[in-house]
T-cell receptor, first 112, second 110 residues
Framework: NAGVTQTPKFQVLKTGQSMTLQCAQDMNHNSMYWYRQDPGMGLRLIYYSASEGTTDKGEVPNGYNVSRLNKREFSLRLESAAPSQTSVYFC???????????FGSGTRLTVV | GENVEQHPSTLSVQEGDSAVIKCTYSDSASNYFPWYKQELGKRPQLIIDIRSNVGEKKDQRIAVTLNKTAKHFSLHITETQPEDSAVYFCAESNDYKLSFGAGTTVTVRA
């Protein structure tokens, strides 16, 4: 039982490049979330998926897209990376009808 | 997050003393208030939470209090130890999506 697994752990991109951050959970959770963490700003919600087949924007969705591939997997895509997207990205999941989040270990992304 | 203000941003305490972090929120419909601890380079982990129908909850050296009228909640850590040094985040929700405060960096001095 791995919990929430994120890949990659580290990534450096050039401005304008694209990439996909992967997230998978093996706890049969319905809801999945993508947050970014920046110094002094806490964790801000980018996108979330309340259940398989649905996705919704969070607080800071601009520049990102998501795909809920199946119940286990929720990916975050940067189509054209910008330096402002340099951040630590966390994926999380929660069981149906409950608030408790389980976080992945994070992806540290640097855009140069 | 835009819904939660957290203070102070940094807190330094002597080992054995108490630490208190306070958060205020704006949405009167909020009904769930968790606290997360994040050690350097690690993921956030839930340490305690409280629901809106409860005023106080305690778990060993940590406690959370909630004042719904004033829309604020606080984390209390007693008898602080070096391993309590970390960043602490409050959060709130009324629909399973969490909005987080900006975080408090707690340093426990030996």
């Amino acid at each position: 039982n791995a919990g929430v697994t994120q890949t990659p752990k580290f990534q450096v991109l050039k401005t304008g490049q694209s990439m996909t951050l992967q997230c998978a959970q093996d706890m049969n959770h319905n809801s999945m979330y993508w947050y970014r963490q920046d110094p002094g700003m806490g964790l801000r919600l980018i996108y979330y998926s309340a259940s398989e087949g649905t996705t919704d924007k969070g607080e800071v969705p601009n520049g990102y897209n998501v795909s809920r591939l199946n119940k286990r997997e929720f990916s975050l895509r940067l189509e054209s990376a910008a330096p402002s997207q340099t951040s630590v990205y966390f994926c999380a999941s929660s069981p149906p009808g409950q608030y408790g989040y389980t976080f992945g270990s994070g992806t540290r992304l640097t855009v140069v | 997050g835009e819904n939660v203000e957290q203070h102070p941003s940094t807190l330094s305490v002597q080992e054995g003393d108490s630490a208190v972090i306070k958060c205020t929120y704006s949405d009167s419909a909020s009904n769930y208030f968790p606290w997360y601890k994040q050690e350097l380079g690690k993921r956030p982990q839930l340490i305690i939470d409280i629901r809106s129908n409860v005023g106080e909850k305690k778990d060993q050296r940590i406690a959370v209090t909630l004042n719904k009228t004033a829309k604020h909640f606080s984390l209390h850590i007693t008898e602080t130890q070096p391993e309590d040094s970390a960043v602490y985040f409050c959060a709130e929700s009324n629909d399973y999506k969490l909005s987080f405060g900006a975080g408090t960096t707690v340093t426990v001095r030996a």
